[in-house]
Structures are given as structure tokens and as C-alpha cells.
């Protein structure tokens, strides 16, 4: 499951970058809203894709709070999901 949590977040990391440095600035610069709704509901789906997975390893692999709040906040910040993988193995 850890290897599918990976893909997941390198997905989200890569979906969120497109949102917010490419469809954001397109809708707020140009008035076309097209790619922020055509890249939207897929970052919105590997997001809770990545907390349910994120939920369900923390108790498999017994993470502590501190790991699991990392894990979690790595979500919210751009390029932050990228780093997840070496955060894990770092903690192993």
C-alpha cells in the first residue's frame, strides 16, 4: 500500500501544481475559468485519495501523531508531496 500512497502523492503534487501555477493564474489573468474546472475535480479526488490512504497507514505501519501531522501538512504546501517518500524512509 506504501507504493500506491507514493504514486497518489506524486499524482496530488503534480495535479496541485498545475492548479495553482498554471489554471489559477489563466483564470485570473485571461478571465478563463476552463482549466481551473477541467483540473479541479481531479486534484479534489487525489487529494482525499491521498488522506484516506495517509488515515490507513498510519495505522498499518503505526505512524505517530507526529509523523502522520507531517504527512498530512506536506499535502497543503505546492511541491510538499514530492518529499514525502524521503520523509518516510527517513523516519523508518
Same mark, same amino acid.
Given at each position: ?21 498554471? *489554471?489559477?493564474?489563466?483564470?485570473? =489573468? ?18 482525499? *485519495? ?28 505546492? =511541491?510538499?508531496?514530492? =518529499? ?9
Amino acid at each position: 500500500m506504501i507504493n500506491i500512497f507514493k504514486i497518489v502523492s506524486f499524482l496530488e503534487g503534480v495535479s496541485y501544481i498545475l492548479l495553482l501555477f498554471i *489554471a489559477s493564474p489563466i483564470k485570473h =489573468f485571461y478571465g478563463d475559468p476552463s482549466y481551473v474546472r477541467l483540473l479541479g475535480m481531479p486534484h479534489g479526488v487525489l487529494f482525499v *485519495a491521498y488522506i484516506a490512504l495517509a488515515i490507513l497507514l498510519k495505522t498499518e505501519l503505526k505512524w505517530n501523531n507526529k509523523t502522520f501531522g507531517i504527512v498530512c501538512l506536506l499535502s497543503l504546501i505546492p =511541491f510538499g508531496t514530492f =518529499f514525502v517518500g524521503k520523509y518516510l524512509k527517513k523516519e523508518e
